[in-house]
């Protein structure tokens, strides 16, 4: 059960040093117990009551890390049944599967196209993130074989090695030293040899059962080995049964504190379908109702996006706006006689701006100010959008330097603060654009700048 603030401070050294960066003890043991900030940020604190306050304030499903680096992916570390209860912590890790039945083609195939198909949206990189390995011919030297294909082929690629024979997953999970891939493929009958392996080389382990209560007894054999970081796969292959164990099992844990179901979950789409386009709508289910990684059997543009963004819009925090950084962006290769915009930095004020502009085929220059994601009249009127702000970020972003003109064209709808402008930027024309970003291709195409 997790620890209150109260009780948290009684474990604390009480100095109120604020070496943390916050002023007291209780206001640290506040955020601690709020999940804002680890015990460990306090220089004093005991190894006993951090190793206390730890174990009480876990997740109820357990953090778990896959590869190592920039690279490296985190799966489960989830509090809540419902986003609008708090937040998801992490996003479904995206997997694409290579077996070593394929031929060398389609395996290069998919490796490519891991490597490739990758989106930029609201300044987020989205891709797939995971190149699953299966032994799906039980032989060691094949397994071995593709894994270093694999490892060569697609170096920001987190792993997880699938085989059931202890032997070989331990000879693939050498070959792939610190990129600390999942070892999938603990079952009732191999789990005190696939724990050891798992111990030997810190990796987490992958869990499978013929059924959930299957998965139970391996999941527990599992941690009585040793083993803390899991991955479990309650063997279902139809979407109905993988959509209710995931729901079981969250609950389970989030509800019941039921810990051998406190961990991620992994679900085979791949394995329930011979249809890509089934795979995908299987994939998006499993998705929204708790599954931390999905397996696909290949990616391709027109399946990945669409999950892409559904990833991106469950796991974004929804009591924070979707906001993209604060800068100048050219759009369509403006040199320095093409007209400078400002709008805010609320992403969706920003998808339809700057998708108006490239649409006009105007080459412009797109100054976004950061407005902590307000849309614009709501951050004009909060006082983030404001002359002054404006006007000090014009002069950060140093945009009289790119240009060759002095026109600043505002959204239509803070034509009132055109005054207020002009005085805060007196070398400046400001010209008061449409209100609706619909209008801008006509706008701009007949603009010209002021004399």
Not at 315 to 343: K, W
Request: net charge negative; charged share 25%.
């Amino acid at each position: 059960m997790a620890l209150t603030g109260i009780q948290i401070l009684k474990m604390l050294p009480k100095k109120n040093c604020g070496e943390c960066n916050i002023p007291t003890c209780l206001a640290f043991a506040m955020k601690v117990a709020a999940g804002q900030v680890e015990v460990g940020e306090c220089p004093y604190v005991s190894d006993e009551a951090k190793d206390s306050i730890g174990e009480a304030s876990a997740p109820p499903i357990r953090t778990v890390a896959i590869g190592a680096g920039d690279d490296k992916f985190t799966t489960g570390g989830e509090t809540c049944l419902y986003r609008h209860e708090k937040r998801f912590e992490n996003q479904t890790g995206i997997a694409v599967r290579v077996t070593t039945d394929m031929s060398d083609a389609d395996v290069d195939g998919r490796v490519e196209r891991f490597n490739t198909l990758q989106y930029d949206r609201v300044g987020v990189n989205m891709k797939a993130e995971l190149i699953a390995i299966a032994d799906t011919a039980g032989d060691q030297a094949k397994f071995t074989a593709l894994t270093e294909k694999v490892l060569a082929g697609a170096p920001g690629a987190a792993i997880i090695l699938m085989t059931e024979d202890a032997d070989a997953m331990g000879a693939a999970a050498k070959l792939c030293g610190d990129r600390m891939p999942l070892l999938f493929g603990a079952t009732d009958a191999n789990v005190d040899a696939m724990a050891g392996v798992a111990k030997d080389t810190g990796c987490a382990l992958g869990c499978k059962g013929s059924n959930i209560d299957n998965l139970v007894d391996v999941s527990e054999k599992a941690m009585a080995a040793g083993v803390k970081d899991l991955v479990i796969d309650t063997g279902a292959r139809t979407l109905r049964a993988a959509f209710e164990d995931n729901i079981v099992a969250r609950r389970s844990a989030v509800n019941a504190k039921y810990k051998p179901l406190g961990f991620p979950t992994i679900v085979f789409p791949c394995e329930m379908t011979d249809d890509p386009m089934m795979e995908a709508m299987i994939a998006s289910v499993v998705m929204a109702k708790y599954a931390g990684i999905i397996v696909l059997d290949d990616l391709q543009g027109e399946i990945l996006f669409p999950l892409l963004l559904e990833q991106l819009n469950i796991f974004t925090d929804p009591q924070r706006p979707m906001v993209v950084q604060e800068d100048v962006y050219p759009i369509n290769g403006p040199d320095a006689d093409s007209p400078v915009l400002i709008t805010c930095n609320f992403s969706l004020t920003y998808f339809i701006v700057s998708g108006e502009i490239e649409g006009s085929g105007v080459p412009s220059h797109l100054l976004i100010k950061d407005t902590e994601g307000l849309s614009v009249l709501t951050a004009w009127a909060a006082g983030k959008f404001g002359a002054d702000l404006i006007a000090a970020f014009m002069k950060k972003a140093g945009i009289k330097d790119k240009v060759n003109h002095s026109e600043l064209i505002i959204p239509g709808y803070l034509a009132s603060m055109k005054g207020e402008l002009e005085e805060e930027l007196p070398e400046w024309t400001i010209t008061i654009g449409p209100r609706e970003a619909g209008h801008l291709p006509a706008f701009l195409k007949e603009w010209k700048p002021a004399a």
